[in-house]
């Protein structure tokens, strides 16, 4: 029987943006994951996302029989993790993909910028509040979508499987509609939690991994301090952005096979 890995995508991107990943995984693991985190109306987003944690402990606690691996990419790998730390018993442990922690002065600031609406300006908030939702058919879609520096780095297949899946057709005339609600996403930025590194103080329940990208904004932001602590040092770097699973699916798929086999070894 192969190890499970419960997968969590990151904030815009339904889970099968990742699919050339999985197919990489599939050998050696059973990849199943939540299609779009934070669309159940059981689940809303708020503040610290309790609630989306909960539909991840929900849907581990209702689909396996044994304790599973944990793998997710920014909103995916911070999801992860406090699930993780509410149900270690269900978790054999947890890769994060480029969602460094945030604690110290950092949280503070975060948590403060949030109540004055500055945090809107600093992250991707503000733009998913008036972003594109509808195009008149595939081709524009990567048209649109490719012409965009930061997608334009994108591996073609992982872009293909975001046009096909995160921008569905939704009528007979060909035409598309984003599957990600804007407002949800705009939700899930506003709200990113501050007190997860003080839930870390004492370390994580569980194994914990880190893959990094060289050029994450993210990363330059939060640091990595936090992380390093929870992580004990199982960290690996991959050259590319915070986008860097869908620039590099490949590469992004070996180095967690890698991260999974070293969280396995005794300490």
């Known amino acids: 029987m192969k190890n ?67 793998v997710g990419h920014s909103l995916g790998g911070y999801v992860s993790l406090m699930a993780a730390l509410k149900k270690p018993q269900w978790v054999r442990g947890v890769v994060m993909l480029d969602s460094p922690v945030i604690d110290g002065w950092r949280s503070s600031i975060l948590r403060v910028s949030q109540w004055t609406g500055l945090d809107e300006r600093l992250s991707p908030a503000a733009a998913t509040r ?76 569980v194994p914990v991994g880190f893959i990094a990208g060289t050029r994450s904004r993210e990363i330059r932001q939060v640091g990595l301090r936090a992380t390093r602590r929870a992580t004990g040092g199982h960290v690996e770097w991959i050259e590319g952005s915070h986008l860097f699973p869908m620039e590099k699916p490949i590469e992004t798929a070996r180095a967690v096979q890698r991260m999974l086999r070293e969280l396995e070894r005794p300490a």
């Open 4 to 70: 499970i890995i419960h997968f969590s995508h990151a904030n815009g991107f339904p889970a099968s943006t990742y699919r050339t990943i999985f197919a990489e995984l599939a050998d050696d693991y059973e990849v199943r994951h939540i299609e779009r985190i934070a669309h159940d109306s059981r689940y809303p987003v708020t503040q610290d996302w309790p609630h989306l944690v909960e539909q991840l402990v929900d849907e581990i606690g209702r689909t396996y029989e044994q304790p599973v691996w944990l």
């Open 130 to 205: 008036t972003r594109r939702t509808h195009w008149a058919s595939r081709d524009e879609a990567w048209r649109h979508f490719h012409s965009k520096p930061a997608f334009a780095r994108w591996d073609e297949r992982m872009l293909s499987d975001y046009i096909e899946f995160g921008i569905p057709q939704v009528s007979h005339d060909g035409s598309r509609s984003l599957a990600f609600d804007r407002r949800i996403e705009y939700q899930i930025y506003r709200t990113l939690p501050h007190t997860l590194g003080s839930r870390l103080a004492r370390g994580a329940p």
